[in-house]
């Protein structure tokens, strides 16, 4: 089983990244998805999480209006949009996938910095 997650670098104050988390290795369309992030110092805390055929997605109140997460069955992926980024989004980032057992991703950095 893999999660493999790209797309995060540096970015600027209000600017937008997009993350991918690719699956392989188990039904990706049978896993509800989520993203989760880690600060320095911080405990690691739900991003969002969407359905498995994507009709229901919930997000942290920190991130609700300004990610939005979706997701492509057809190419085992997961995105999450982030728009309006703030420096106090920085952070790993991790895939999350849970069918009858739980997969993490390695995470990826994304760092929101003038």
């Known amino acids: 089983v893999q999660l493999v997650e790209s797309g995060g670098g540096l970015v600027q104050p209000g600017g937008s990244l997009r993350l991918s988390c690719l699956g392989s290795g188990f039904t990706f369309s049978h896993a509800d998805m989520s993203w989760y992030r880690q600060a320095p110092g911080k405990e690691r805390e739900w991003v969002a999480s969407?359905?498995?055929?994507?009709?229901?997605?919930n997000y942290a109140d920190s991130v609700k209006g300004r990610f939005t997460i979706s997701r492509d069955n057809d190419e085992n992926t997961v995105n999450l949009q982030m728009n309006n980024l703030k420096p106090e989004d920085s952070a790993v980032y991790y895939c999350?996938?849970?069918?009858?057992?739980?997969?993490w991703g390695q995470g990826i950095q994304v760092t929101v910095s003038s």
């Open positions: 969407i359905s498995t055929f994507g009709r229901i997605t």
């Open positions: 999350h996938a849970k069918t009858w057992r739980t997969y």
